[in-house]
């Protein structure tokens, strides 16, 4: 179980094809460190796209924002404009939440390719914070465990958007009936085998979490926000600063993950991301069946 989130993976170049035993102890370090750094990356956008492929399939977003040219399962989050238009999604995970946890297949982890990270006073802005969902899970209450060992969790992708929306500045759109229909909520165990590790995490995050099953609605909700204030502990904090042309890639099942947005419009920031989904690591009960990781060689 990953007691310290985050590890550096030093003179590792992702252009090149991983091994097969290559991959397996990147999965085994993910799993073990939760946020891994390769930093001095150069990297084309097909590159990073393959590295990405060698852990699960890509996620493709259904409304088509913010892709790189010819390469829909690249993302770009940025708050750089070019002749009037965006190039990327500006507020992208700005808040503390789970990718994915609103679908029925969820993600495994994250790739994001740092090529533009703002700088004020020499010192680097922009930070992604993560939050270690299998220690918070090992410290909860034996009360907790027993009340919500066998319940599910509905996850919301409304939930996310709609509080992004309010924020004031937010040029999002409402989501169309379609793009809504396209996203609707899952049930998960609130308590999830985490397929790398065997161990248990706990799978409730702030941004999409929104009931617990089968319990009356203010029990849930009440439930709902002692485990979101536990999170915010300071022992469950990990802060990434970020280092120009590094590659993050982090276990979106064992962490929640908040961008941080202290940096102005002409303070750039561009990031590349690639989403891999972990539906090759569960069975046909999807996350109540996780089939646990062994390595290939
Ligand atoms: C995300 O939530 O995937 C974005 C994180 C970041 O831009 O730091």
Request: charged share 20%.
């Amino acid at each position: 179980m990953p007691e310290t989130l985050g590890a550096c993976v030093v003179e590792l170049d992702l252009s090149q094809p991983l091994s097969v035993t290559q991959t397996d102890m990147l999965l085994l370090a993910l799993g073990r460190y939760g946020v891994l750094e390769f930093p001095k990356q150069s990297l084309t956008t097909a590159q990073l796209k393959a590295f990405s492929q060698n852990f699960g399939e890509l996620y493709i977003s259904p409304g088509g924002r913010a892709q790189a040219p010819g390469f829909p399962e690249v993302m770009i989050l940025s708050n750089m404009v070019e002749n009037g238009q965006p190039l990327g999604l500006k507020d992208a995970g700005q808040s503390w939440h789970t990718d994915m946890s609103y679908a029925p297949v969820i993600a495994l982890a994250n790739i994001l390719y740092g090529t533009k990270i703002p700088q004020r006073e020499g010192k680097p802005l922009g930070a992604t914070q993560f939050r270690n969902m299998h220690a918070v899970y090992e410290d909860l209450s034996e009360d907790i465990k027993s009340t919500l060992a066998d319940k599910t969790i509905t996850h919301d992708f409304n939930k996310f958007w709609d509080m992004m929306r309010a924020r004031p500045g937010s040029t999002r759109p409402p989501l169309s009936e379609k793009e809504r229909n396209a996203r609707p909520p899952a049930r998960h165990p609130a308590f999830l085998t985490h397929p790398l590790t065997g161990k248990k995490v706990l799978y409730a995050n702030p941004g999409y979490a929104v009931e617990i099953n089968g319990l009356p609605k203010a029990q849930s909700d009440e439930i709902l926000e002692e485990l979101f204030a536990r999170q915010l502990e300071e022992k469950y904090l990990y802060t990434h600063a970020w280092n120009k042309d590094s590659v993050l890639m982090w276990d979106n099942i064992g962490t929640t993950h908040n961008a941080v947005a202290d940096y102005g419009p002409d303070e750039h920031r561009y990031m590349k991301r690639c989403q891999v989904m972990a539906g090759h690591l569960f069975g046909p009960g999807g996350t109540q069946e996780p089939l646990l990781f062994n390595p290939r060689t």
